[in-house]
């Protein structure tokens, strides 16, 4: 996987967590540095956590799975994808301007399974765990953080866009891995 593709991969990733970071800013009254960092710092953190795991689960069992590897990656992908988009057409979650860990740590969790089974292909792909965790959370932390500022600043206009563009990037990718194995032996 090109460094090109990590990066549409990780703003694929990180567009739940802007979602619910513009929820977040919409919910806050007073906008502080610390509302941006605590959402960049969870969710980018758990999005680079979360594939790091699924890679090793992936690694564990890539050898049993070799042969069918490219249909797992293209499967993943997909149906996270289509559940972004089915998500983005979805109603409003409940605002709450808290940021706690009460709060925030099932946000992020939630907002990061999709990067667990990303994390599964990965081992398939022979990716660069290091490079690929490292773009994924902090390109997550900024646009977490931007997405609070722009829910503060705009409201929810931007919410269902958001996760409508990450699962198509997703499907996107999944074709492309797809075709690549198929075609050209990739």
């Given at each position: 996987?090109?460094?090109?593709?990590?990066?549409?991969?990780?703003?694929?990733?990180?567009?739940?967590?802007?979602?619910?970071?513009?929820?977040?800013?919409?919910?806050?009254k007073?906008?502080?540095?610390?509302?941006?960092?605590?959402?960049?710092?969870?969710?980018?953190?758990?999005?680079?956590?979360?594939?790091?795991?699924?890679?090793?689960?992936?690694?564990?069992?890539?050898?049993?799975i070799?042969?069918?590897?490219?249909?797992?990656?293209?499967?993943?992908?997909?149906?996270?994808g289509?559940n972004?988009?089915?998500?983005?057409?979805?109603?409003?979650?409940?605002?709450?301007?808290?940021?706690?860990?009460?709060?925030?740590?099932?946000?992020?969790?939630?907002?990061?399974?999709?990067?667990?089974?990303?994390?599964?292909?990965?081992?398939?792909?022979?990716?660069?765990?290091?490079?690929a965790?490292?773009?994924i959370?902090?390109?997550t932390?900024?646009?977490?953080a931007?997405g609070?500022?722009i829910?503060n600043?705009?409201?929810?206009?931007?919410?269902s866009k958001?996760?409508?563009?990450?699962?198509?990037?997703?499907?996107?990718?999944?074709?492309?891995?797809?075709?690549?194995?198929?075609?050209?032996g990739?």
């Open positions: 996987m090109s460094i090109f593709e990590l990066l549409l991969l990780s703003v694929g990733l990180a567009m739940d967590a802007f979602a619910v970071s513009i929820c977040k800013g919409l919910s806050v007073q906008l502080k540095p610390r509302h941006l960092l605590t959402a960049g710092l969870y969710f980018g953190g758990f999005q680079a956590l979360m594939p790091l795991i699924g890679w090793l689960l992936g690694s564990s069992f890539e050898g049993l070799k042969n069918v590897d490219h249909w797992i990656a293209f499967g993943l992908l997909v149906f996270i289509a972004m988009v089915r998500e983005s057409f979805g109603k409003a979650e409940e605002l709450n301007d808290s940021i706690s860990p009460k709060v925030m740590l099932p946000l992020a969790v939630a907002t990061s399974i999709d990067a667990l089974a990303v994390g599964v292909t990965f081992a398939f792909l022979n990716v660069n765990i290091w490079l965790i490292a773009l959370g902090a390109i932390f900024v646009i977490s931007v609070v500022k829910g600043v705009f409201g929810a206009k931007y919410k958001a996760e409508l563009a990450g699962g198509i990037i997703l499907i996107a990718l999944a074709i492309k891995i797809l075709v690549e194995h198929l075609f050209f990739a």
